[in-house]
């Protein structure tokens, strides 16, 4: 088994690809800078390294790299810079998602491929619906026009939710929604919600990056997990024990 990974410099990507490469799986990955790897991923046996972009591969690369993966993730963000919240790609995320779900259909697998997107708590699941605060929509209304980073991840969980949909005999997908994200050494407890149990802008609670390494890693290794939320888009925070 094979997981192909995007994103995996970020600072929940490395993570992903730490927990995968721990539970004996092989990863591969597409870099622009692979130097900001740990110097044991970049010269660990089960991890190949392709350096690039993305968006910049041609349909027949990727598809190449995505030959014989049996999943693949996406941990792709934009910088938390001037130039990586407002220049271009502005569609990042929605582009390497839709990208990736061409590449995969290129090569026509005998089997499904799991594509497990890593996502925000701020975006609502449309396909159920949910319900969120007046306050709430005016805020996320406001954070569409301002920040421009907000309507790519809804639009990447959108290709995933409308383009792929239910029942795509060559894709299936899980979109994973963490709260504020926060740093932490070690997996800790954490519970893992169909939908936000907290309001995203007033009561949003904390997801470790950690712990959402480790919960991509369970839907991509583990098959009751996979079952349980594959077409879905589960919502993960740490749990706090009294």
Known sequence: MTTLIVGATGATGRLLVEQLLNRGMKVKVIVRSPHKLTNEMRHHDNLSII??????????????????????????????TFKGMYGQPRLLVRDAVRKLCNAIKA????????????????????DIPEQIS????????????????????????????????????????????????????????????????????FDHGETSRINVGHFMADLITDDATWVKWQGQMPVIYNKHTE
């Open 51 to 80: 350096e690039g972009s993305i968006l910049d591969l041609t349909d027949a690369e990727l598809a190449d790299h995505v030959q014989g993966c049996t999943a693949v993730a996406s941990c792709l963000g934009h910088n938390v």
């Open 134 to 201: 007046f306050a709430q929509q005016i805020v996320m209304s406001l954070l569409r026009i301002l920040v421009p980073p907000v309507v790519d991840n809804e639009k990447a969980a959108d290709y995933l939710r409308v383009e792929i949909g239910q029942g795509d005999p060559v894709i299936e997908w899980s979109a994973v929604r963490p709260s504020n994200l926060t740093d932490a050494t070690e997996v800790t407890d954490y519970e893992i919600h169909p939908s936000p149990t907290l309001s995203a802008i």
């Open 107 to 126: 090569n026509n697998p005998n089997q499904s491929v799991k594509f497990v997107l890593m996502n925000t708590a701020g975006n609502s699941n449309r």
